[in-house]
């Protein structure tokens, strides 16, 4: 009953922007937290951001400064704004509903389908 679907990827060029979002359904969406991962060919996923409940949010190292994630709660939506991108963001985006533990997030099984990101000239 759980589905998340993920949309907004493309292609863009270094520099560039991009809006991704993340439509939630089967779930109550102000009790969950939701993360960001990214998955490029040959290596492995990669959480990128996180908001909790209450809104708080944290950041992978590499998009620190350039990535914002936020949650519109009346749309039970969560989305990446993506700037100043780079070709080492080229990857497939992923959605997924998680919690906190003791500080870390955690992933659940619930997962979107994926936005393929591509940051080229």
């Known amino acids: 009953q759980v589905q998340l679907v993920e949309s907004g990827g493309g292609l863009v060029q270094p520099g560039g922007s991009l809006r991704l979002s993340c439509a939630a359904s089967?779930?109550?969406?102000?009790?969950?937290?939701m993360g960001w991962y990214r998955q490029a060919p040959g290596k492995e996923r990669e959480l990128v951001a996180t908001i909790a409940r209450d809104e708080s949010t944290t950041y992978a190292d590499s998009v620190k400064g350039r990535f914002t994630i936020s949650r519109e709660s009346a749309k039970n939506r969560v989305s990446l704004q993506m700037n100043s991108l780079k070709p080492e963001d080229t990857a497939v985006y992923y959605c997924?509903?998680?919690?906190?533990?003791?500080?870390?997030?955690?992933?659940?099984?619930?997962w979107g389908q994926g936005t393929q990101v591509t940051v080229s000239s």
């Open positions: 997924n509903i998680g919690t906190f533990r003791s500080g870390s997030y955690s992933a659940s099984v619930y």
């Open positions: 089967g779930i109550i969406f102000s009790l969950s937290a």
